[in-house]
């Protein structure tokens, strides 16, 4: 079965990093964007980071500006992941993180255009 899975979350004072990881099964992951988002308690999932597919070269990278310079996104196609590197965390980082894939994408902002979604990895960032 086609999945996503996310792994690299847990709890770290803030000032602190952690590296999510968004691996798939089933799928040439290559051939697809993969996008992160976050969800906080009571709040909307919003955009965190995207990275086009492996057609585009060099690829296509967006941020949001809460994250931007603080967070970097890469993929590793042979490892079929896609990694989040999250440094310099502030407690509004505090959310469940999704990943999700657009096949051919060049990397949205917009929930609507991914195909597929993990079922997250809690980050927590005490102050």
């Known amino acids: 079965q086609d999945q996503l899975v996310e792994s690299g979350g847990g709890l770290v004072q803030a000032g602190g990093s952690l590296n999510l990881s968004c691996a798939a099964s089933?799928?040439?992951?290559?051939?697809?964007?993969v996008g992160w988002f976050r969800q906080a308690p009571g709040k909307e999932r919003e955009f965190v980071a995207t990275?086009?597919?492996?057609?585009?070269?060099?690829?296509?990278?967006y941020y949001a500006d809460s994250v931007k310079g603080r967070f970097t996104i890469s993929r590793d196609n042979a490892k079929n992941t896609v990694c989040l590197q999250m440094n310099t965390l502030k407690p509004e980082d505090t959310a469940v993180y999704y990943c999700?894939?657009?096949?051919w994408g060049s990397g949205s902002r917009n929930r609507a255009p991914y195909e597929y979604w993990g079922q997250g990895t809690q980050v927590t960032v005490s102050s």
């Open positions: 990275i086009s597919w492996s057609g585009f070269r060099p690829y296509s990278t």
């Open positions: 999700a894939a657009d096949h």
């Open positions: 089933g799928r040439t992951f290559s051939n697809y964007a």
